[in-house]
């Protein structure tokens, strides 16, 4: 089994993926020993805005809980979490997949405890208890019609539906209408409050810019495939409030943050390099804005770079050069590199 949360490594506990799945999985794990039951796991999923049938939450599950042991430790928890995401996300799902946008909170709250009473511990309602739901509160639906609901909303043809299913199939039943929801029709928070998941208010039309103007912390919303970078420079988000969550610039560079701006947050030249910046010029630019030989050489960059971009024989030896080696690279890198990069002024 692996680590328990609290004993993560430190560059693990760094990634603002990896904190975003550690506040779900400490919320649902309730006992405290660092596992979750399949059960609480499929609570979790759904609160963050993952809905699967029954046979695609085992299927998912099977692929993760490598020991067989039933219960869910935070590793197997984020590989489980980082597949549902990147396959729900990219779903362009319409809004009739999103109960609370057909349901007022109170009548919401009251079909799910409704479902909670009729599926069991097992969480699963057959259709013969569906049938028994339809008589007890008077909703008339047809043999013919539910068949056909059930067979857009049962999509693993089981016969039997989970908590959102159940919900969807109602919808549906009883001919509810979608409420007055999306941007400019009412303010996102009113959605945070009623307990929609991030997922599903993406979905629902909201821009990077709305979330946070509701209450949505950087560290809230840098989560896999729910923004991109690039949507985060395009709200104006400073990169250092990027850096702070512990993200790893991946993909910096061609969202539109300046290697600047990578400069004065502090980032290490290590992850300039893997944010994009390792090409000649971002060596002139760090050459320019202060940035030693030393500290370029032990980030990777190789000696001809470091020639090229203009450092002296005297910069390249302090870094750790022998003569023989600065010089025998002079004799293959153009003069012309040196004298041209040794003007580029500090931004």
């Not at 109960?99 to 009548?107: D, L």
């Not at 202060?290 to 030896?317: F, V």
């Not at 302090?318 to 023989?324: D, E, R, V």
């Amino acid at each position: 089994m692996a680590p328990k949360d609290g004993n993560l490594p430190a560059d693990q506990t760094k990634s603002a993926t990896l904190l975003h799945y550690l506040k779900i999985f400490r919320k649902y794990d309730i006992s405290g020993d660092g596992t979750v039951s399949p059960s609480e796991l499929k609570q979790a999923l759904e609160a963050d805005g993952v809905h699967l049938s029954d046979s695609e939450f085992h299927r998912f599950l099977s692929e993760v809980d490598a020991d067989g042991d039933a219960s869910i430790d935070f590793q197997e928890f984020c590989e489980l979490a980082k597949k549902l995401f990147a396959q729900h996300v990219r779903e362009k799902s319409k809004l009739v997949r999103i109960p609370r946008a057909y349901f007022h909170p109170a009548q919401f709250d009251q079909y799910a405890a409704i479902f909670r009473e009729y599926a069991g511990a097992d969480g699963i309602l057959e259709r013969s208890e569906l049938q028994q739901f339809f008589s007890k509160y008077n909703i008339t639906v047809s043999p013919e019609r539910l068949q056909g609901i059930m067979a857009e909303v049962d999509d693993d043809q089981s016969g039997t539906l989970g908590e959102t299913e159940f919900l969807i199939l109602l919808v549906k039943a009883l001919g509810a209408k979608k409420r007055n929801i999306g941007p400019g029709k009412c303010d996102l928070k009113l959605l945070k409050d009623e307990g929609w998941s991030m997922v599903e208010i993406k979905r629902a039309g909201y821009e990077l810019k709305e979330f946070m103007e509701s209450g949505y912390t950087v560290e809230d919303l840098l989560i896999p495939h729910l923004f991109a970078v690039a949507d985060f420079a395009r709200a104006g988000v400073p990169f250092s409030d990027l850096i702070a969550t512990g993200w790893d610039c991946a993909r910096s560079k061609e969202s539109g943050y300046t290697l600047i701006e990578l400069v004065q947050a502090g980032c290490t030249i290590l992850r300039m390099r893997d944010a994009g910046y390792n090409d000649l010029d971002a060596a002139v630019s760090l050459r320019a804005n202060g940035i030693s030989a030393a500290r370029m050489k032990s980030s990777g960059w190789p000696l001809s770079q470091l020639m090229e971009a203009g450092y002296s024989a005297m910069d390249l030896r302090l870094a750790g050069y022998s003569t023989g080696a600065v010089g025998a690279m002079r004799q293959l890198v153009p003069s012309v590199g040196e004298s041209m990069h040794s003007k580029v002024e500090p931004h």
